[in-house]
């Protein structure tokens, strides 16, 4: 199982970016993703989830109205989108499946939000 994270890049406050990460390995769609970052200074937190079977989805407080995660089984990608970003949204964006599996954590992404 791989998943590798795409889509970071520097944007002004206010702004959007839609994150992506391309999942491979699995033999059915009974999983779930997601979305975890990690600000300077901070430990890795989790952002938001979706099941892959059925498009459930969660998000942390904070990302909620702003953020919104889905997937696209076709193409075994699973997308972040992420609007209205602060500079407190800075960080390396990293996927996994959920629960976490410590052998699938990838590169992350960065995403940096300036004011």
């Known amino acids: 199982v791989e998943l590798v994270e795409s889509g970071g890049g520097l944007v002004q406050y206010g702004g959007s970016l839609r994150l992506s990460c391309t999942v491979s390995?699995?033999?059915?769609?009974?999983?779930?993703v997601g979305w975890f970052r990690e600000a300077p200074g901070k430990g890795r937190e989790g952002v938001s989830c979706?099941?892959?079977?059925?498009?459930?989805?969660y998000y942390a407080e904070a990302m909620k109205g702003r953020f919104t995660i889905s997937r696209d089984g076709a193409k075994n990608l699973v997308y972040l989108q992420m609007d209205t970003l602060k500079p407190e949204d800075t960080g390396v964006y990293y996927c996994?499946?959920?629960?976490?599996?410590?052998?699938?954590w990838g590169q992350g992404t960065q995403v940096t939000v300036s004011s």
């Open positions: 996994n499946t959920k629960p976490v599996a410590r052998n699938y």
């Open positions: 979706i099941s892959v079977i059925d498009g459930k989805t």
């Open positions: 390995g699995f033999t059915s769609d009974d999983y779930a």
